[in-house]
C-alpha cells in the first residue's frame, strides 16, 4: 500500500502527482497486469531473449 503523505502548503493536485508518480515507479499496474493470468516460464523466457535482442539491436544502430 502506497502512502502518501502530505507535505506543509502542497496542494491536492501536487500530492496527486506524487502518488501517480510513485505507483508508477513501483509497477503496480504490470504487477497486476501480470497477475490476472498465469505465463509459463518459457514464454517469459522467450519475451526476455526478444527484448534484450531489440534492445542490443538499438544499441548498435546509434
Known amino acids: 500500500m502506497l502512502k502518501i503523505e502530505r507535505k506543509e502548503?502542497?496542494?491536492?493536485?501536487?500530492?496527486?502527482?506524487?502518488?501517480?508518480?510513485?505507483?508508477r515507479d513501483?509497477?503496480?499496474?504490470?504487477?497486476?497486469?501480470?497477475r490476472k493470468q498465469y505465463t509459463k516460464p518459457s514464454v517469459k523466457r522467450r519475451k526476455e531473449i526478444l527484448k534484450a535482442a531489440?534492445?542490443?539491436?538499438?544499441?548498435?544502430?546509434?
Open 9 to 23: 502548503g502542497e496542494t491536492i493536485d501536487r500530492m496527486l502527482k506524487r502518488y501517480k508518480r510513485k505507483h
Open 26 to 34: 513501483t509497477k503496480i499496474r504490470k504487477q497486476l497486469s501480470d
Open 54 to 62: 531489440y534492445i542490443e539491436k538499438k544499441r548498435q544502430d546509434t
